[in-house]
């Protein structure tokens, strides 16, 4: 008897731990149908892509990081998954508030924001070494960042 309570205990425990953490997951860009939630462009440059996956598994686009964080300062914070912007470097989803964040006017982005990230300090250092310096910022930086004639 005292093994059924002790199964029992052990199958409570996983479900519970189970339900408690949900993990969110970027998707893959769709060229055809996908555009920037913000400025309706399409998604044509995805190695500056942005997306918000909101906790009822709803995806938003966007063609850069400007054009998401304009979004994510609409949105509760209650309603949002994650979000996940692409590396500057190698063209993977980072969750946003991880990244490593350089800024430079004379950096191209498709909305000429200028906003760059980075899956780790090093990585953004050696984008400044090959394309001229630019200002680290911080993730929340990016609330108070004066985002230009877009905002």
Known sequence: MRWK????FIAAITLLVGCSEKTYEPRA????????KVCNMSI?????AGQLV???GDYEIFDELGCLIEVMEDTEES???AAFIKDASDDQWINIENATYIYSE??????????????S????ENYMEE???GDFLTYDDLFDFNWGIHH
Do not use: R
């Not at 004379?106 to 899956?119: D, H, N």
């Not at 300090?121 to 953004?124: G, N, S, V, Y």
């Open 5 to 8: 309570i002790v199964m029992v």
């Open 29 to 36: 860009i769709n060229p055809e149908t996908d555009i920037c």
């Open 44 to 48: 044509a440059h995805q190695d500056y």
């Open 54 to 56: 909101f906790k009822n």
């Open 79 to 81: 309603e949002v998954g």
């Open 106 to 119: 004379e950096y191209w982005t498709p909305m000429y924001y200028g906003v760059l990230a980075f899956s």
């Open 121 to 124: 300090k090093e990585a953004a």
């Open 131 to 133: 394309n001229g310096e």
